[in-house]
């Protein structure tokens, strides 16, 4: 069984920071993984599954065990004249399978082209962008459950999506391993171009003309020109949530910041952290290798030698002055190790 000790993770994060875990695995079958569980079974040490590690921040070595998850596959499921149910085994990575879900005319996943990571992670924070999230084009899920090895089926309702959240990240953290998801598409372009930005990078072009192909090529055009490449710059996206507060407190800030931008979702007002960053002074920030991204405050960037705990106390002072000067608590997005 191919377990290997204190392996480096500097390959296996986006912000590219080195720890070292205690033990790893990469499993490419399901086998092989329930293989791992068992060898794992009775040892008192932690477990985490990782993909690409796009949404990790290793703060320290991990004491335990690392499952690397690799199972490929992408199936259909069912198909009709105007819709197919696609199987994608949770170790495909997204940008790729949304390229090829787009070259075999199933549609519905355009917008959400180019966000990093695997399709086995996709659930976990209900990845989102420009628009959609996983939950509105998610079938179901198959997870096998670490504590009895036996596999689950959790359908869309059952997965209990939020904004960048779902059970998997909540009250299931950590019980779950997704070994595959199937995705309701289309096939019949199904076109999502309410987003502001895709809208503003679209106007030329007459409506007939927009196929989910260049919305694909929009979308990765727009997000390349704002978000720094992890291989160039260690980062792992957005690192803090978007708040929501009251609307009261909302009405109470706009008085006192007129252009304090904020989207209204029933009784509250989603706010976004890269607007409170930059006006808590930072955006472009650099401290030796830690910083905010030049173009984007809600982007903490490794400029090459950082190391996690840097990046975490970092973090941490960004959150106390904008609680200082806003009175609001920002938390992470990313999952602190
Ligand atoms: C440049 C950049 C841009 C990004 N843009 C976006 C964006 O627009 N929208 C967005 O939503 N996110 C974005 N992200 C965040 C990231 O891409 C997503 O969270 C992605 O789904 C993480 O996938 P991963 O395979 O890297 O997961 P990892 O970072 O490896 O893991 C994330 C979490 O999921 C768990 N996990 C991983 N695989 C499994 C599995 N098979 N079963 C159970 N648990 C598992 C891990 O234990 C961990 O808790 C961005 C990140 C970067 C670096």
């Known amino acids: 069984m191919p377990i290997q000790a204190n392996v480096d993770l500097h390959h296996f994060n986006t912000f590219h920071v080195s720890a070292r875990s205690r033990w790893f695995a990469e499993v490419a079958t399901v086998e092989a993984l329930r293989e791992v569980l068992a060898w794992h079974k009775g040892k008192d040490i932690p477990l985490m599954l990782l993909g690409q590690g796009s949404n990790i921040l290793f703060r320290e070595n991990y004491p335990g065990l690392i499952i690397e998850l690799a199972i490929k596959g992408i199936t259909v499921q069912q198909s009709t004249e105007s819709s197919v149910l696609v199987q994608a085994m949770g170790g495909e990575i997204w940008h790729p399978f949304v390229t090829h879900c787009l070259k075999q005319g199933w549609y519905g996943l355009e917008n959400l082209s180019l966000i990093p990571g695997t399709v086995g ?76 930005a895709l809208q503003q990078a679209l106007s030329d072009v007459p409506r007939e003309s927009i196929t989910p192909q260049l919305v694909s090529d929009k979308v990765c055009e727009i997000r390349r020109s704002k978000l720094p490449d992890p291989d160039m710059l260690g980062n792992a996206g957005s690192f803090f949530w978007n708040p929501r507060i009251g609307q009261d407190r909302f009405a109470e800030l706009k008085a006192l910041y007129p252009d304090l931008p904020g989207y209204a979702e029933g009784n509250s007002v989603k706010i976004p952290a890269a607007w409170l960053i930059e006006k808590a002074g930072w955006k472009g920030y650099r401290d030796g290798d830690v910083g905010v991204h030049e173009r984007h405050a809600l982007v903490l960037v490794n400029h090459g030698g950082a190391t996690g705990a840097e990046l975490v106390a970092l973090s941490e002072r960004i959150q106390a002055s904008v609680a200082e000067k806003f009175g609001i608590q920002l938390w992470p997005e990313v999952r602190i190790v």
């Open 121 to 196: 992670a996709a659930p976990v924070q209900n990845i989102g962008a420009y628009g959609v999230e996983l939950k509105d084009l998610l079938h179901e899920v198959q997870a096998l459950e670490i504590a009895s090895g036996n596999m689950k089926t959790f359908t869309n309702d059952d997965c209990g999506f939020s904004y960048r959240s779902s059970v998997f990240k909540e009250d299931l953290r950590e019980q779950y391993i997704i070994t595959d998801v199937t995705f309701s598409l289309s096939s019949k372009p199904r076109l999502n171009l309410e987003y502001p």
